[in-house]
């Protein structure tokens, strides 16, 4: 264990250098700006160029950010390991299919059916994680996915029995190109309500519930009720996500949301970093593109084939291959994930100087997951 | 008129009878203090006045009401703030967050004003820092305030922590060894701070204690548990030297006629060197 | 009268095991029962593993059943080149391999992390370990022989039961007793309980935790592999991911429902749980439930022991 020096010491040290760097100079705003510039077009102009199928990928790796960020509520500010999230996003990709196709409702109804749906399945869980905590609650969310992929996915008129159900792409919308933007505007909402809510009191009640809920709660937490509300936020967003990944692919099966799904997302998350907004949206992209990127860049396919006796690696497994080293990687090694790493890129970015021993908060050890 | 009572509290967990027809008082503006050795049932006291066990049986009464069936997020709510024997705040947060989420029932918006980003919820939050702020002057902490917790020293963290249950705007105040890990001078820099902040605050005092001079210095009354049973109760030098107390501290042998005899014995042999 | 009340969880058990074979004769139902009891030994033969991890450092091993499809996996390559035997040993000593490879890379390094951090990182070890199979073997199912091909030697309740089936009922009973007899008279047993509650004095008696910590991983993977090699030629096929996919949320729930404590335990639920899917697959008043009934009722019984009886019927309150 390192030593830990005087803080008041460091914190004087901090607070001098603070005082005497008085912002970036012209050449350090120039740069600041132009990496701005650079993001954004890689974001906002890219994508025009591309072909259909291609700009298609790009919205579902937008899309795998909001599951990532709903994911994030559950597992990095409440505390909560939910093994079937697909069952969420699934469900919320199902309602909004059936409410356009079987019920020729809007595509924005669709989706408010699908994030309250998301909402309420959310709800119930959280409920069920007020008495049944930590690892058997894993297990019981682990158990839902799998009655969901058995039962609910098998019900005829909710998913078109084994079939799946049509999803058309809403008017002013129809073009890839088109769904894209309001993808990335729906990612937009999504971090912008998550950044306010860590800024607020629910945030920080959350943050003090997860480490500490005897504390939490002389400060006037009511842990019970912002548990569930942390929960039907999560679900929302699952359900959001899910509505759009409908839409997307135009067409919704019980087969995309499988086991194997329900720990990419887990990995995805955690990998991109737990409580950092943009780490988890860095982290769920690169998994939703990672097939994509190696069918693109036949290079990384060469690299991978280059192992004696396997066989070529195909878009649909690359993510399942490399997920779980990942994992193990950010486990053992970068506890924060990319969100971590790219802690000092983003203060520089927000004008302040550029701190590589800037890491963020030391991890808390969370004693308090009953077994 | 009380401010705080136990009445008749009791309570058992298995064979143990953790508190048995327990009956305390605080009055308003009072510091109370409870002794007794380890394991006899105050910090459990504690966590039935505050919420966090039913008791089996009697009451807790908060200014003529009672609570017994108010959760511990409803007591804080009322007034009741308390401090915990291994600290109780958010380690992996900055002294600041600490401060903020401690004030959790003042910030006057809901959750989903402050989720979705409404006007006022701005205007609540600079109010929230200021006090932050303020509470944070008062107890030295004015340079720490963007730390984050888990790096501190412990006799820093003791003073975040009765800044953070300041911040929570209580009336009464449940400090449980509060001066554990301090030496005699910080000791005596803490009564001198319970003090001001009682006639600051206007507040009411309840405290867990091992340490004999800072009790007596501070106390207006004091209880003494053993065994989960009151042995005494009264002003701070009558109980100290009542023998059922010497007892209980010193063990069953001690022939000692009180603590006061044993203290100029010990003086005088230091004087002698 | 003090003894019963001592053993209500073991009494209970048995009622209810007695229970519903009663009410599934009586009911009609004697194939689902039979068929629940035979799966459910596969079950059974699987939490035994995941209990020998969770009573030896408190983890949840989804793992647990990729020990079994890799064994399979193995068995498979096999036995087309030697004799069926020699391929039952190759894929058990591959299953081995797995289980000290995974405690060596990912729970050792993560001892001292909190238990969720170790439950996603097995989880993730089951995702690779899929992800290889598909991987290297495609994504079809394939068959696979039995290693005992006699299908009607016996018959109980007027239901066939091969000789393989016996022998993996036999095999989970053997082991059941073998391990609780392990844990609470042999030495070796109790330094790895002690190990797990207390790892600094166990240490300072002489005793290396960490090769406790592997051989408790081999014994558990040898668990899983036997599962496998026995349980998967009955069901006709394979595909990647065989166990997981089909048996571990019964295997957990079957732990779980035993007191994820108790070997014992492990051994009554696998059969209870194997019973409580066949009866829902099988019973007719079932019918209306979309898809598997089984599988319906196997996560009601869970969240039933949870809510009711979190220690399960053999456990003890931690």
Redesign the interface.
């Given at each position: 264990m390192t030593a830990v020096a005087d803080p008041t010491q460091g914190a004087a040290d901090v607070g001098d250098d603070a005082r005497q760097w008085s912002g970036p100079s012209p050449v350090g705003w120039l740069a600041r700006g132009i990496v701005w510039l650079a993001l954004a077009w890689l974001v906002l102009v890219f994508p025009l160029g591309r072909q259909a199928f291609e700009v298609q990928q790009y919205s579902e790796a937008v899309i795998f950010g909001i599951i990532g960020l709903s994911l994030n509520v559950l597992l990095g500010y409440v505390g909560q390991i939910s093994l079937g999230h697909q069952a969420f996003v699934g469900i919320g990709a199902f309602a909004a299919a059936y409410v356009v196709s079987e019920q020729s409702q809007s595509f924005w109804l669709g989706v408010a059916v699908a994030v309250a749906i998301g909402g309420l399945q959310a709800l119930v869980l959280g409920g069920v994680s007020l008495r049944i905590t930590g690892l058997y609650f894993a297990l019981v969310t682990l158990a839902y996915g799998l009655v969901a992929e058995r039962n609910i996915f098998q019900i005829e008129e909710f998913t078109g029995g084994g079939q799946g159900q049509p999803a058309p792409k809403p008017e002013g919308f129809s073009t890839d190109w088109r769904y894209y933007y309001l993808c990335l505007a729906f990612l937009v909402i999504v971090m912008w309500i998550d950044w306010r809510m860590m800024k607020t009191k629910g945030g920080r009640a959350l943050l003090a519930l997860r480490e500490n809920p005897r504390v939490a709660a002389t400060f006037g937490v009511n842990v019970k009720a912002l548990t569930l509300a942390a929960f039907v936020i999560s679900g929302a967003f699952a359900g959001l996500g899910g509505a759009l990944l409908a839409f997307n692919d135009t067409f919704v099966s019980p087969e995309t949301w499988s086991f194997n799904l329900a720990l990419i997302f887990v990995i995805m998350t955690v990998v991109g970093g737990l409580r950092s907004r943009v780490g988890v949206v860095i982290g769920s992209a690169f998994f939703a593109l990672i097939g994509y990127l190696l069918d693109r860049f036949p290079v990384l396919q060469d690299a991978l084939n280059a192992i004696p006796g396997a066989p070529d690696l195909s878009a649909e497994i690359a993510p399942l291959v490399i997920g779980p080293l990942l994992l193990l990687l950010t486990l053992t090694f970068f506890p924060g994930g990319i969100g971590q790493q790219i802690r000092p890129l983003q203060g520089w970015l927000a004008g302040r100087r550029f701190d590589l021993k800037d890491r963020g908060p030391k991890e808390v050890q969370i004693t308090d997951v009953r077994a | 008129m009380s401010v705080l009572e136990t009445l008749g509290v009791s309570i058992r967990f298995g064979g143990v009878y953790a508190n048995t027809d327990v009956s305390i008082a605080v009055g308003e503006w009072e510091i109370v203090g409870v002794i007794g050795p380890n394991g006899a049932g105050k910090t459990t006291l504690f966590n039935i006045i505050t919420g966090f066990y039913k008791q089996d049986r009697g009451r807790v009464v908060y200014r003529g009401r009672d609570v017994t069936g108010l959760a511990v997020h409803q007591r804080a709510a009322l007034g009741l703030g308390r401090t915990f024997q291994n600290v109780g705040l958010v380690k992996g947060s900055t002294v600041r967050e600490n401060l903020l989420t401690a004030q959790h029932l003042e910030a006057e918006y809901s959750m989903l004003a402050g989720m979705l980003g409404a006007p006022n919820t701005f205007g609540v939050e600079r109010d929230l820092n200021e006090r932050a702020d303020a509470i944070a002057q008062i107890m030295g902490l004015g340079d720490i305030l963007d730390s984050y917790v888990v790096g501190l020293p412990y006799g820093v963290l003791k003073r975040v922590e009765i800044a953070t249950v300041l911040a929570t705007d209580p009336d009464v105040l449940l400090l449980d060894e509060p001066s554990s890990g301090m030496g005699p001078e910080e000791a005596h820099e803490l009564g001198d701070t319970l003090l001001d902040l009682r006639k600051a605050f206007g507040l009411s005092i309840l405290m867990i204690e091992h340490h004999v001079p800072l009790v007596v210095r501070v106390c207006d009354y004091v209880y003494c548990l053993n065994f989960g049973q009151l042995l005494a109760e009264g002003l701070p030098d009558d109980v100290r030297n009542h023998p059922q107390v010497v007892t209980a501290y010193l063990g069953e042998d001690a022939e000692v006629p009180g603590l006061a005899a044993v203290e100029s014995q010990i003086e005088s042999l230091l004087d002698t060197e | 009268m003090d003894r019963i009340r001592e053993h209500r969880g073991a009494v209970v058990a048995v009622a209810i095991v007695v229970g519903l074979v009663l009410v599934l004769v009586l009911a009609g139902e004697k194939e689902a029962l039979v068929i629940g009891v035979i799966a459910g030994s596969a079950y059974g033969l699987l939490a035994l593993g995941l209990v020998l991890i969770y009573k030896s450092s408190?983890v949840?091993n989804f793992a647990q059943g990729e020990f079994g499809t890799i064994a399979i996996y193995v068995l498979y390559l096999l036995h087309f080149r030697v004799p069926y035997g020699f391929a039952v040993v190759g894929a058990l000593i591959a299953a081995v391999a797995m289980g000290v490879l995974t405690e060596r890379?990912?729970v050792r390094?993560?001892f001292h992390?909190?238990?969720?951090?170790l439950?996603?990182?097995t989880?993730?070890?089951?995702?690779?370990a899929?992800?290889?199979e598909?991987?290297?073997g495609e994504a079809t199912a394939r068959p696979i022989d039995r290693a005992l091909p006699t299908l009607d030697r016996f018959s109980v309740l007027g239901v066939q039961i091969s000789d393989q089936r016996l022998l993996l009922l036999a095999v989970l009973a053997v082991l059941a007793a073998l391990l609780a007899l392990f844990f609470n008279k042999t030495n070796l047993g109790l330094a790895i309980l002690g190990a797990s509650q207390e790892p600094t004095a166990t240490e300072l008696m002489g005793i290396s935790v960490r090769r406790l910590s592997t051989l408790v991983w081999a014994i558990a993977a040898l668990l899983g592999g036997l599962a496998g090699v026995l349980a998967i030629p009955e069901g006709g096929g394979f595909a990647p991911?065989a166990l997981?996919?089909a048996f571990l949320?019964p295997a957990?729930?079957a732990a779980?429902l035993g007191g994820?404590t108790s070997l014992p335990g492990a051994f009554l639920g696998g059969v209870i749980v194997g019973i409580v899917e066949a009866v829902g697959t099988s019973a007719s008043v079932f019918d209306g439930?979309?898809?598997?009934?089984g599988?319906?009722l196997?996560?009601i019984v869970?969240?039933a022991v949870?809510?009711v009886r979190?220690q399960g019927l053999l456990g003890r309150r931690?």
């Open positions: - | - | 408190g949840f890379l990912v390094p993560l992390a909190p238990r969720v951090t439950l996603v990182a989880a993730g070890v089951a995702l690779f899929t992800s290889v598909i991987w290297f991911g997981t996919v949320i957990f729930t779980v994820m439930i979309p898809g598997s009934a599988t319906l196997v996560f869970l969240l949870l809510t979190p931690s």
